[in-house]
């Protein structure tokens, strides 16, 4: 069973930077697999964030966070990671990282960022940011 634990979460002010980790363990996958970063916050739907191809290495961000933050992997710390920079209030959240299953890619943002497209989900990691 894949599992899935988030770190580097806490609260910061407006305009600062914090760096997300997701540890996997449990795989047993010999080809490549997608990994993603969801957020959401009270009364809001859950929001694809950043998504990664750990084989391909496309990468896809959402609108609301494109050149503000950076998806990326080390497979061999089997570490994903999320880099938010100019932090805003609105990027308080909930952030979660999630898994595809082997072998699994994406022709498109929507796809990539769908949590429809992903199996295996972490429990979450709190981000507040103040004005």
């Known amino acids: 069973q894949v599992q899935l634990v988030e770190s580097g979460g806490g609260s910061v002010q407006a305009g600062g930077s914090l760096r997300l980790s997701c540890a996997t363990s449990?795989?047993?996958?010999?080809?490549?697999?997608?990994l993603v970063w969801f957020r959401q916050s009270p009364g809001k739907e859950r929001e694809g964030v950043a998504a990664i191809h750990n084989g391909y290495a496309w990468t896809y961000y959402a609108d609301s966070v494109k050149g503000r933050f950076t998806i990326s992997t080390d497979n061999a710390k089997n570490t994903l990671y999320l880099q938010m920079n100019s932090l805003k209030p609105e990027d308080t959240a909930m952030y979660y990282c999630?898994?595809?299953?082997?072998?699994?890619?994406?022709?498109?943002?929507?796809?990539?960022?769908?949590?429809?497209?992903?199996?295996?989900w972490g429990q979450g990691t709190q981000v507040t940011v103040s004005s």
């Open positions: 999630a898994a595809s299953a082997c072998g699994r890619t994406a022709s498109s943002r929507v796809w990539a960022l769908a949590s429809t497209t992903y199996d295996y």
């Open positions: 449990g795989s047993t996958c010999d080809t490549h697999y997608m």
